[in-house]
């Protein structure tokens, strides 16, 4: 079974740019989650997809980031403008059954 | 609200002396707990999780866990550890009501194997 997919690996940009990431989960796998881990910290969910519908959005900081799974498969999630303290490892997760999967996340940083 | 907690920041073990990363966790009704490990620039990497049943979870690499429901504990064990043990492994819980919740997470362990 592929696992779940994240672009790009890194990127690097600077304040007030905007930046979007892209999330294929697992084939099937209805929730699909957004994480961000600053270092040092562990994961906080930042929203939470049930097929292309929101179901918890409570934690992201929707004056800048905003995100979208319009086809209840992949996802992006967008910063814009972005802010020194966005840096962090945003990582994509889905579920179905009680598992978790997660990709291998992209490492952003704002300089 | 769901919380988990890991008391250490840093574990320092030799290599072949067994290890222990402790977590505790808080959620209303029974839990979900789960271990994941991460290594430098990659994703998190499932090892083990508890659901019900058996209290002692033996996972992935030779890891196992324990859960203590009287003290709300669910440490990560392994009776003889490696170099390539060492990692970032973190604590999650999610609360045992109906579909596919959020995992919450704790900060994180960083574990040192030294040779």
């Known amino acids: 079974e592929a696992g779940v997919a994240q672009s790009p690996r890194y990127k690097i940009i600077e304040k007030r740019q905007s930046v979007a990431f892209w999330c294929n989960p697992i084939?099937?796998?209805?929730?699909l989650y957004w994480y961000q881990q600053i270092l040092g910290q562990g994961p906080k969910l930042l929203i939470q997809?049930?097929?292309?519908?929101?179901?918890?959005d409570s934690q992201l900081p929707k004056d800048r980031f905003s995100a979208e799974r319009l086809k209840g498969v992949d996802s992006t999630l967008k910063i814009q403008p972005a802010k020194l303290e966005d840096s962090a490892v945003y990582l994509c997760?889905?579920?179905?059954?009680?598992?978790?999967?997660f990709g291998s996340g992209t490492r952003l940083t704002v300089v | 609200a769901q919380s988990v907690a890991q008391p250490e920041d840093q574990v320092n073990v030799a290599e072949g002396n067994p290890l222990t990363v402790k977590c505790t966790y808080s959620?209303?009704?029974?839990?979900?707990l789960f271990w994941y490990v991460q290594y430098p620039n990659r994703g998190l990497q499932f090892l083990l999780k508890?659901?019900?049943?058996?209290?002692l979870v033996k996972g992935s690499y030779g890891f196992e866990a324990e859960f203590n429901k009287s003290q709300t504990s669910f440490h990560l064990k392994k009776p003889s550890a490696l170099v390539s043990d060492s990692a970032l492994y973190f604590c999650?819980?999610?609360?045992?009501?109906?579909?596919?919740?959020?995992?919450?997470f704790g900060k994180g362990t960083r574990l040192s194997v030294i040779a």
């Open positions: 997760a889905s579920s179905s059954g009680g598992g978790y999967t």
């Open positions: 084939s099937g796998h209805a929730t």
């Open positions: 997809f049930q097929n292309n519908g929101v179901v918890d």
């Open positions: 959620v209303s009704g029974n839990p979900y």
């Open positions: 508890y659901i019900t049943g058996d209290n």
């Open positions: 999650a819980v999610r609360g045992r009501n109906s579909g596919n919740t959020p995992l919450v």
